[in-house]
């Protein structure tokens, strides 16, 4: 894991962003953030575990899906099951190291 602080790479809104092996990041103070460290490792070992560019390409499908449930573009992103498995997670450090692999799917239900 490498981490990149990268103010213009990151969209607006966002803090940062995993890319594996890489957590890119809008500030340096963001670097001290165990939570959010934490948040991106989470990503980083799903990407892993689909093999990099599957990750993303079920990524981008399941947000225009739940765009399509929510019509609300900051509900489908918090919605994605990647993303609700990290934000559920986050404050729990020791996570990755007690996690299954494709947890995520246990945060696939659609609501």
């Known amino acids: 894991m490498f981490l990149i602080v990268a103010k213009y790479l990151i969209p607006k809104g966002y803090s940062g962003m995993a890319v594996f092996p890489f957590i890119v990041m809008k500030h340096d103070v963001n670097k001290a953030n165990k939570i959010f460290i934490n948040h991106e490792k989470i990503h980083l070992r799903q990407q892993l575990e689909m093999l990099i560019l599957p990750f993303f390409i079920w990524y981008v499908f399941e947000f225009l899906i739940r765009l399509l449930q929510y019509k609300n573009k900051d509900l489908a992103y918090r919605n994605i099951s990647f993303e609700r498995e990290a934000y559920t997670k986050e404050t729990d450090l020791h996570y990755i190291r007690n996690r299954r692999i494709f ?9």
């Open 103 to 111: 947890q995520f799917l246990h945060y696939i239900k659609l609501k």
